[in-house]
Structure formats: C-alpha cells, structure tokens
C-alpha cells in the first residue's frame, strides 16, 4: 500500500515548526520580528557587548520623564525605579555578602574569596548581561 491509500498525509513531519511539501522540501515556520532583529544578522553593534549602553540612557530618560515609546516597551511590565533599585541593590548586600563569607568557610577558602565571589557576578553581570530579571552569584540555583 502507498503512504496515500494507508490515510497517511502527504506532507512530512520535520520537526517542531517545520514541515515538508510533497517534494519533501522544509518549509520554515513564521518568525517573530523581535526573534528577526535580534538574530538576523545584521550590522556589528557594541550595545551588544554591553547591554549598559542601550539601557542606561533609556534609564536616566525614564527617571527624568522623558521615555520615548521605545523606552517604555523595553521596561516591559516592570518600570524602572531608582527607589526600587536602591531597595533591591541593598537587599541583596543584605543577604548576599554573609551567605558568601559563609559559602567560603564552609568550603576552607579565605573570606576574601566569599566577597569575591558575591560581587564579581553582580558586576559582570551588570556589564555584560542582557536580562534585567536574572539572578547571578553563589546562590542562584545553577551554582549549588
């Protein structure tokens, strides 16, 4: 029996998102324009390397009043707030900094080794990190 008589389709399954014609071509599904723009491969920008660069302005736009359409996507549903960052930014040396002096005596290195490894994340992050919502240091749940 052929593939038509047995009630198969003629169209092949590839994948998720992709399926194939009768001459067994792929076919790739619709793209989403932000997906597009960011991997298109378009021109060679330094914001890439350090998001601050893109962020930063938009930032001290938003704290002045002055957000631009732009601006006010990019925040997404969390707005930025310098009250809100300073609590943050002191909650966590709250909390971070002891977990980490103890995350090194626990593992019989110096404490100078638990501050590094508390605030090294945090910087490099901030420099070269793309998503405003993610944890990094010791105590995110991939580093255990």
Sequence with gaps: RTA??????????????????????ATPPELDPEWQKVYAGGKFQVSSL?????WVPAYLRTMRG????????????????????????????????????AFALLAGLPVKIGLYASMG???????FGTIRQLQV???ALMSL
Aim: glycine share 14%.
């Design 4 to 25: 038509m008589e047995s009630g198969a389709s003629s169209s092949k399954d590839l994948g998720p998102g992709m399926s194939g014609s009768n001459n067994g071509e």
């Design 50 to 54: 350090f998001p601050p660069l893109t």
């Design 66 to 101: 002055k957000a631009t359409e732009e601006d006010t996507a990019a925040m997404g549903s969390l707005p930025y707030s310098a009250k809100g960052d300073a609590i943050a930014g002191l909650t966590v040396g709250v909390m971070l900094v002891p977990q980490c002096l």
């Design 121 to 127: 994340p945090l910087v490099t992050y901030a420099l």
């Design 137 to 139: 240091g010791p105590t």
